[in-house]
């Protein structure tokens, strides 16, 4: 059992956006995250504080978090402040659409770091990342955008790369580049749970992966913006110890908890998620009388045993486990059918592309 460092909270599971690569299944429940949630949380946290890393990322997540009211929105960030004994970080996920300057009073007020979800320019991002109706949602992104801008409120950028992102990839990560974020990452489309096929399955990605870092690597050595997967791409391998692995792999590194209260833990993209007629969810925070009472659920106990055997299997198998450390746990379930898995879709596009195309730049140096 690992310390918590990451604390996913779902304030809701609705989104005011239908994206089409979406792999939550309740996008459309209005049911919020109530206060009472939080209390019973923070009461068990402080219970066992012992569980928590001393740095604790508490990331606001899965459904558009400012679809919820703003004033309850702030209870629930008092109301967590409140977990003693560790030094905590806000991070809040948004598609940006609905940013007003109380919003960005509100992310100045209690330091919170906003990422902003934006697909590239505007025909790459509206062709995803639309509204029940159909409509594109980059004017909302952009006005809400420039309301942080205006404001002086730091950013990150995570993009999704679809088939229709490959169309313009000099343009669509220039774009990105130039709107003033601290950092770009880039997410590739995945098959996750209620997303059951990749736009990108059976595409030759081994050129238009050499463009996006090719352009990624420009950006960051001249100083323009940093990229998650260069930065990624060129740490050392930290996964080489025989008994390492990757943290989502580890229950509690990962607490992540639902609207409705209900406990995950591996992968945040497990918490709402259904497979075969299953589920992840391992507890209650109402019905559970610690947090250390979720470790001993047989479910999770399970899902742990065939975890470790597919660590095991990409440490034998796999010449880039020191890189990736097993990869993750969602990817495995949903692409292969078990955690007791190997190789995914994201580990060829996440790992394996990238860290062959940098094998072949020989004389690529990298700025860090």
């Not at 007020?109 to 906003?114: F, G, Q, S």
């Not at 679809?162 to 003033?180: D, E, P, R």
């Not at 250390?292 to 597919?310: H, M, P, R, V, W």
């Amino acid at each position: 059992m690992d310390q918590v460092k990451y604390l996913m909270l779902q304030p809701t599971s609705f989104c005011n956006l239908d994206c089409k690569y979406c792999y939550l299944p309740n996008r459309d429940n209005r049911g919020k995250l109530g206060r009472e949630t939080v209390e019973r949380l923070v009461h068990l946290i402080n219970k066992d504080h012992w569980l928590l890393n001393p740095r604790l990322s508490v990331i606001w997540h899965a459904g558009e978090p400012l679809a919820l009211p703003l004033k309850k929105f702030e209870e629930l960030v008092i109301e967590v402040n409140k977990i003693r004994n560790v030094s905590i970080q806000h991070f809040i996920q948004t598609n940006a659409t609905l940013i007003s300057d109380d919003w960005a009073s509100f992310f100045q007020k209690y330091n919170i770091r906003i990422g902003v979800s934006i697909d590239g320019a505007q025909e790459s991002h509206d062709s995803q990342r639309q509204y029940r109706d159909g409509r594109g949602s980059f004017k909302k992104a952009m006005e809400g955008i420039s309301v942080l801008q205006k404001k002086n409120i730091p950013f990150s950028l995570i993009a999704v790369v679809t088939k229709q992102f490959l169309n313009n990839i000099n343009g669509n990560i220039h774009f990105l580049a130039s709107l003033g974020a601290k950092r770009i990452g880039l997410n590739f489309e995945e098959i996750e749970s209620s997303n059951f096929k990749s736009s990108l399955t059976g595409e030759e990605l081994g050129e238009p992966m050499g463009e996006i870092y090719s352009s990624l690597l420009e950006l960051h050595n001249c100083g323009k913006i940093r990229s998650r997967e260069i930065d990624r791409l060129f740490q050392p391998g930290k996964y080489s110890d025989s008994d390492a692995f990757c943290s989502d792999l580890k229950p509690f590194s990962f607490l992540n908890v639902s609207s409705a209260g209900d406990l995950s833990t591996f992968s945040p993209e497990l918490l709402d998620a259904t497979f075969r007629r299953r589920n992840f969810i391992y507890g209650n925070i109402h019905k559970v009388k610690s947090l250390t009472e979720l470790f001993s659920s047989s479910l999770l106990q399970s899902d742990y045993k065939e975890i470790l055997s597919g660590i095991a299997k990409c440490r034998k198998e796999c010449e880039f486990f020191e890189n990736c450390g097993g990869g993750e746990a969602s990817n495995k379930v949903f692409e292969n059918g078990t955690f007791a898995s190997s190789n995914t879709m994201h580990c060829y596009v996440k790992i394996q592309v990238p860290i062959s195309w940098a094998s072949g730049s020989k004389n690529t140096k990298v700025k860090l």
